[in-house]
């Protein structure tokens, strides 16, 4: 099973134990807005970039509306059932790819939406994988940052994210870096830097 495919898997199982109304990290969503979400992205590439660009947010919404009015045991079909043939999720290079990082910060935003969260054990081959994504991606990941962002793992590996003098280094597991990076604040990093700048890339959006 590959990474994407094992990601959505445990983020179903867990979504289908805890029910269509659990707290997430994503903002003003429970799992069922986030359910659709997903479905959104995978089967209506005509509504899903409004997640992205304003002025489409509308047609994003009533899109996503239509699943989350379904019976959730529906929802998690479809979601379980994975992209129609014609779409392009569809194709195994693009999956391990782009859906690899969708859904294991959507895998994180269920488990760590409630108190008393608790990171996963490492694991070197998803690690490895989060280290890539989040080297090959910092440079979007942290582009409105007003200072140079670097990120470190614990055993040292660095990767310059964003150029500046004043510089923040982060410091954690790689799937504590990919989850920093994709804006989300409920993770176990570390900071090396001036107390402003440290505080300037808190205020920072950060992420797609």
């Known amino acids: 099973m590959s990474l994407a495919s094992a990601e959505r898997s445990a983020l179903i199982d867990l979504m289908e134990g805890l029910g269509p109304d659990a707290p997430t990290l994503c903002e003003g969503w429970r799992t069922r807005e986030l359910a659709a979400h997903l479905i959104v992205r995978e ?20 899109a996503m509306r239509q699943y989350t ?3 959730w045991p529906e929802v998690l079909k479809l979601l379980r059932d994975g992209p129609p043939r014609w779409s392009p999720f569809s194709l195994g290079a693009i999956n391990d790819r782009v859906n690899f990082g969708e859904f294991f910060v959507h895998h994180e935003d269920v488990r760590r939406g409630g108190p008393g969260w608790q990171p996963r054990e490492p694991q070197a081959h998803r690690d490895a994988a989060l280290w890539k994504l989040v080297r090959s991606g910092g440079r979007v990941f942290y582009r409105h940052s007003p200072g140079g962002v670097v990120l470190r793992r614990p ?8 150029a500046g003098e004043r510089t923040v280094v ?5 799937a504590e870096l990919v989850l920093h990076a994709f ?3 409920a993770v176990r990093v570390q ?14 959006r950060r992420g797609l």
């Not at 089967?43 to 992205?52: E, F, N, S, T």
């Not at 982060?170 to 790689?174: L, T």
Request: net charge negative; glycine share 12%; charged share 40%.
């Open 43 to 62: 089967r209506r590439p005509d509504a899903a970039p409004g997640v992205l660009i304003k002025p489409l947010a509308g047609l994003t919404d009533r």
């Open 69 to 71: 009015d379904k019976p």
């Open 155 to 162: 055993d040292g590996a660095e990767h310059r994210a964003r």
């Open 170 to 174: 982060v410091i954690g597991e790689p």
């Open 183 to 185: 804006g989300r604040d």
């Open 191 to 204: 900071f090396e830097g001036e107390p402003a700048d440290i505080e300037a890339l808190a205020r920072t």
